[in-house]
C-alpha cells in the first residue's frame, strides 16, 4: 500500500516541467544555463552534467538523449547546441517546444545568425528571452512571435539597461568624491 503511495507521488502532474536550459558551444563549454532546482545545486555539478550531456550527444543526428535519470531534448545550429531537460517522466513534447521556442526566438533575435559571436553580443536578450518562455521551471509561453513581443516590451521600458548604465556610472561618481573629500 505505501509502495502505490509513492509511485503516485512520483507521477503527480505538475506545472515544473524544466530542470534546466543551457546553450553549449561546439567544445561544450557554457554560454548560457539557467537551473530550476537543485538536482545539481553547484557550478561543478552543472557543468559536470552538461559536459556529459555534451559529450552524448553532440556526434548525434537525435533530437532526445536519457541521462542520469533525466530526459534531455536538443537542437544544434552551426556551432550552438540547445538543450532542455526535464525529468524522466516529463513529457517529451513539452519540452520540444520550449526548445523550438528557444531557438525560433534567437534566431528572430540574433537576425537568423544563430552562432556563437552573435548570441554572446546578444547574451542580455537571449536571457530575457529564455525567461520570457520558462519562469522557475515553469513554462510559460512557447510562441516565438509572443516572446519576442514581451521581450520588445522590456526593451522599450524607460528603465532600459542604458539608464541603468547611467545610474550606475553616477552612484560610482558619487562615492567617488565622498571619498577624495
Known amino acids: 500500500c505505501q509502495f502505490l503511495y509513492i509511485l503516485c507521488l512520483l507521477q503527480e502532474p505538475s506545472l515544473y516541467t524544466v530542470k534546466a536550459v543551457f546553450i553549449l558551444d561546439n567544445d561544450g563549454n557554457r554560454l548560457l544555463a539557467k537551473y530550476y532546482d537543485e538536482t545539481y545545486p553547484s557550478i561543478k555539478e552543472q557543468r559536470n552534467f552538461e559536459k556529459n550531456v555534451f559529450n552524448k550527444t553532440y556526434k548525434t ?4 538523449a536519457f541521462l542520469e535519470g533525466m530526459t534531455i531534448i536538443y537542437k544544434s545550429s552551426i556551432d550552438l547546441y540547445f538543450y532542455v531537460v526535464g525529468s524522466s517522466q516529463e513529457n517529451e513534447l513539452m519540452l520540444m517546444a520550449v526548445v523550438t521556442c528557444l531557438f525560433d526566438a534567437l534566431m ?12 554572446l553580443e546578444n547574451l ?25 513581443q514581451k521581450v520588445n516590451r522590456v526593451d ?11 545610474v550606475l556610472q553616477s552612484a560610482k ?7 577624495l573629500k
Open 61 to 64: 543526428d537525435s533530437e532526445i
Open 108 to 119: 528572430q533575435l540574433l537576425r537568423k545568425n544563430v552562432e556563437k559571436r552573435s548570441l
Open 124 to 148: 542580455d536578450g537571449a536571457f530575457l528571452v529564455l525567461d520570457e518562455i520558462v519562469d522557475g521551471g515553469v513554462i510559460l509561453e512557447s510562441d516565438p512571435q509572443q516572446v519576442l
Open 156 to 166: 522599450e521600458n524607460p528603465f532600459s539597461e542604458h539608464s541603468v548604465t547611467q
Open 173 to 179: 561618481e558619487q562615492i567617488k568624491w565622498s571619498i
